[in-house]
């Protein structure tokens, strides 16, 4: 297996500073293997939000790659993660993507399980088995504010840096007092990676995103933003810290383009920002309009749009009313499972304070224009004529951190 | 090509005495072709049933992964086997399943081989080429009391002595003199490790086959057998040898549990036992009364079930009046074909001395049952959070014989 | 990557003169690999016709294994091919199979192209970029009166020779005053190697090409060319010369037997003769009956065919009439792709001077028939039970000549 190393560690040394990645990392085998041990199961995954599970025994699996992960709720109230893999002879316990399970039972043998993971019960097997030793694999979980995390490896890297970060951004947006109200899933013809360069640039946004260039201000980048934007933005900026000035609330992305991320140099995989929404607009909605009952804290709906996201896996835009995830998953090396979900206040009654055709359009729309360019994009990447091209210095600075970063995770790791 | 077979000595050495394997046995393409060569273009494999092809000229054809033998009885009576492919330019020869001819003729340039898989015509050839070095390529072929087995390699492994202790066990049951009342193929989404593992357990039958239960007393273990379960075996073996002695009918299984089988330390790869049915059962059907007429030289119905199985491809369960073959060919790491053929007394009539709706659903149940639990098995061995586990040592002796049955012979030959 | 290139010498040096290739070559993904690189992205290969691509603007697409290349013609006329890929970041950016476009716009994030592939507007993009060195790659292009070959190399093998042996065979045909009456694309089952080898014998003429054989005489081969036959072509070839004499317009295929091709030694991988038809054939239709008007600078339908094949990937047969060329694209390893274009004269109006159910099923036919015996070749030669087998020396010696011109191609490169 050494021979593989050998050849990634050449490929990454051919990336050249400010351009794109060579088509193998693409188009080949041995890099999807090797990234999906050395990110994908070795990385703080975004599961799910909590208030998918609310009770006891309410449960989903997460598919990352080849590889299933329960997430359950005990009968504790703690939410955990485990491997969705008999510790008997290995058939997968939970066939269905969620459910409510009182004990995970085996279906080959019954073995059976506590919510917890713990092996409760084998009948038929030798009395000297030692079923301390033989509980579900368990699998790291954190939370931040309702937004579960899971890493596969048995020594996960640090969590807390981010925690500490976006809990206190998170919190007044009230995700842990919310409910899903949409979950919608995608397979995208693409790379997981593709799927980060276009998430990591507006550039594409002018020609792509009628509907969320509506609503914000990040498309204008240094090169094109005349004096007139950047009176709105300031103006945007100012009508919000008028109403409120806790520090969760505050607007903490003011200029134009993205907010960096993700950050190689300083191992930042995280990140929460405050943004302005565009004039006339409270919600990231088609008309901009509030489609759903104020969430968490909010005192007002003007609070422009709380944005996070978490290398390798989530994104997520809330605004004063809704938020919603989308959660990558690697299916192959040219297929990504994509979740949007949408989600609301815990008390908003579908029909009454939201309506799904008010609620889901922007979102919707806006993602699926994504993954269509993306399939594009992987055609193109995997042919024999593809050569690494530049990115634009105003344009494209997240895509190059995402690259470095990408490498960097890769490299580490081998 | 030696890498591959190093890394494989390396997995093999990993297991652990009394518990599954790796994951890799179930997920890796290496693992699988290294299979094909050691197992199954080397053993014996059960091919079908000559009451299948009766008159000269009848053919089947068995494929074996990639490779595609005919089957076939010659002018002469005599049953033939010979790879599937023309000598002049590979052509495949029959494309259809089973069917009759005269001769073979490859559809390409009209190559002509008798029965024999000799060349016999082959227009537009140089006259100076030596036909007789161009018959189709022979495959080993010999059978057992009409079941017909076929060996893909030059040198096939012994077969005398599994013939010696089939042949007489066989011989009353009549399958020389039977027919086909049914054939189902099936496409099951698991290894074929993983068929023969479920094949060799009946730790999964009170879960999974509420048919095959009631039918049968090999189910119980010695860990859950009572006094009074000791009792009911001992009579039905009692009840069967108060009826007659010759050596072929006498029960030779007569404890709980499953025969065991295989044994790889006395390389034994075949076994056949007579064993009881329940109390009020004389055939394996869904009420346990007989449908069908006797078979062969049974003076009574009341004789328990004849089991054959050989590795690494057939068993076969018999009763009074019909006898139930499954033959497994593998199609792929995750999948596996099985035939289930349904026999009869030659002479028993369609819609009068059986009915398939009375005739199949015992073993088309039981069959389905584990073809579905082997799927689900599947998808999770293959999860990167599959470990090892441990068998019960009552009632998984026979996966543990057929594991490490399966690691000598994977190892003989690499 | 230099160990394939061992076992690939290693595999070429099995050949045994005259007899058919090692399964190897068409069902190991290592060969196919290797065969793209050496053969299809360093020959010239047969991409359309320049009459497909009339005015400036009109493009094409082709896919070669997983490179796509367009074929546009410039606003000054000239048509050019270059790669279908962004040098931004390696999106396709033509997504139809054909078109018109004034500009190259790439979807994702629109740098545009002119029809000559230069970098024209790239908004968006740091002032210092070298637009010069940002042009859509370019793939050679070549036309031989009106078939545009490209060669996907940076430093092509000579084209001279071929264009100046074709040229004037060619020309009186009309190619570049012909349009396109129908184009049927079809997927062969079965790698690009069966579909040549099938296509240089007439071996299985008789049995596969009832259509075929009547308007032909290079079926006959030495062994079964009569006395008889004989006359009739001789007849043939003096039916013609009496009436034309130009160069380009002679029978310059007189014997029994397809004309010997390609030609490894002499590094012939083109050909171009002219053949007599069957008496009472002045056109490759049903009935031998003139199916439209006269193409290019015929005088008289009495011009037998015109036949030209160029290695790795076009064949054409072209009557008094039409002309119908095979262009063939590997997509796999056990699967090609072939586009059969019908041409007629520019001025010939549909459903005036020709029909399309008169004009195609000669061909239509004759393309399926053979697709279908590649497919059922395929299915052999990837058996474990397939064994090289001898070509006939009366009728195979163009098989034989491709395989050799094969193994040379391969080798060269390696």
């Not at 997460?62 to 058939?91: L, P």
């Not at 509907?211 to 201000?217: F, K, V």
């Not at 709906?301 to 994104?315: C, K, Q």
Request: proline letters at 4%.
């Amino acid at each position: 297996m050494n021979e593989p190393l050998a050849q990634l560690a050449e490929l990454v040394a051919t990336r050249r500073d400010g351009w794109s990645l060579a088509g193998a990392f693409y188009a080949e085998a041995d890099v999807y293997r090797a990234e999906m041990n050395a990110i994908w199961r070795r990385q703080w995954l975004f599961a799910g939000h909590a208030c998918q599970i609310p009770e006891a025994g309410d449960f989903f699996v997460v598919a990352v790659d080849t590889d299933s992960v329960i997430v359950i709720r005990g009968d504790d109230g703690v939410v955990r993660a485990m491997h969705n893999v008999c510790r008997h002879r290995g058939t997968q316990i939970c066939g269905e993507e969620s459910g409510h399970a009182k004990k995970l039972v085996c279906p080959y043998h019954q073995w059976t399980y506590a919510t917890d993971g713990s092996l409760q019960y084998c009948r038929g097997m030798q009395e000297d088995l030692d079923k301390d030793d033989l509980g579900l694999i368990p699998v790291h979980l954190r939370t931040i504010e309702g937004m579960i995390y899971i890493c596969l490896s048995d020594s996960p890297p640090d969590f807390d840096k981010a925690c500490d970060l976006m809990t206190p951004m998170a919190r007044p947006q009230g995700l842990t007092t919310a409910k899903i109200a949409k979950i919608v899933d995608y397979e995208i013809q693409a790379n997981w990676k593709l799927v980060w360069e276009n998430n990591r640039e507006c550039y594409h946004c002018n020609a792509h995103h009628p509907q969320y260039i509506r609503a914000n201000y990040d498309h204008y980048n240094e090169d094109d933003t005349t004096d007139a934007i950047r009176t709105r933005i300031e103006c945007a900026v100012e009508r919000g810290e008028k109403k409120w000035s806790a520090a969760g609330l505050a607007i903490s992305h003011k200029q134009t383009g993205m907010a960096c991320f993700p950050d190689p140099d300083h191992d930042i995989w995280y990140s929460a920002n405050r943004t302005a929404l565009a004039d006339g607009y409270v919600s990231e909605s088609m008309d901009g309009q509030q489609v759903s009952t104020l969430m968490g804290d909010y005192p007002d709906p003007e609070v422009g749009t709380l944005r996070m996201r978490t290398m390798p896996n989530m994104w997520i835009h809330a605004s004063c009313d809704h938020a919603v995830s989308t959660r990558l998953l690697p299916a192959g090396l040219g297929k990504t499972r994509a979740r949007v979900a949408w989600l609301v206040d815990e008390n908003a009654v579908e029909g009454e304070d939201y309506q799904l055709d008010r609620l889901m359009p922007f979102w919707q729309l806006t993602s699926e224009q994504d993954w269509d360019i993306c399939r594009v994009a992987q055609l193109g990447v995997c042919s024999g004529g593809y050569r690494p091209g530049p990115f634009s210095t105003y344009k494209e600075y997240n895509v190059d951190a995402f690259v470095r970063w990408y490498l960097k995770a890769l490299s580490d790791q081998n």
